[in-house]
């Protein structure tokens, strides 16, 4: 099913940004149809659409961010502090000449975020000892000349039980079950349907007040990405957005509480959960990861 794009004037502004007039600009140029969806997305759901500098400006962040993480879950080891691994992340990201994202983000005190066992998402570094059999996730979000790059892992602490290996596993399929939704014409539900479908068959819940989200230009930008939902409903991909998806799920209920940090969510039961991310580009055919891992 192709779909039509409302096409710029020759004599309107160009959709680019430059303030020159179309005809002058870029019409004609090879991607001026990316440019008319990119209107379209802009104007209907403030969704920026990348152009060929942006992807790879952002594809850069993206093997930042990666490198980050491998650093990372080399170091992870029983007895050491959620503080030290935000200050390897914040020294390496600073010695590539880019900005951890999260630092003063909102408020945000920290470099990265920490996230371990009953922490859902935004745990922040601090004097928390690892232990063995402990799972923690780390979010690794950088801006690398502007342009922004986000992805998150859970790691085993020491040796993981089975209950803790479960979880884990399950995760990682359900971020790759949302990924492979990814194409032209599938809609941001086709994702959370398949997360939701995959994760409640395992006998997990899904979290539904923190969803993916566009990036890339900015750390959060539209649309937001739910991890649940129903086949064919919502915004409609097109190549040239880019988003993270990045489904957190819990053992018991999906139920969360914010602790007085104002940051850090939890379980309400306290029982595990797990969560990964990757910033997700849709191509022609598909899509590619930006921040693969
Ligand atoms: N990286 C998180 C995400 O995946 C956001 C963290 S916000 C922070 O969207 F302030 F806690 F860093
Ligand atoms: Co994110
Ligand atoms: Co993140």
Redesign the pocket.
Known sequence: MKKKYVKTGRNELCPCGSGKKYKKCCYGKKDSLFIDIGQEYYRKYKIKIKNKVDIEGIRKAGKLVVNTLNLVEKSIKPNMTTDEINSMVHNFTIENKAIP??LN??G?PKSV?TSVNEVI??GIPGKRILKDGDIINV?V?TILNNYYA?A?KTFFVGTPDADAEKIVLTARKALEKGMAMVCPENTVGDIGWAIQNYVEAQGYSVVTEFVG?GVGIDF?EPPQIAHFGRKKEGVVLVPGMVF?I?PMINAGKKDLVILDDK?TAVTKDRLLSAQF?QTVLVTEKGYESLTPF
């Open positions: 994202a999260p983000y909102r945000f975020c998402c935004h979010d979000t986000d998150n989200h959060h993270t990045e940051w991310e």
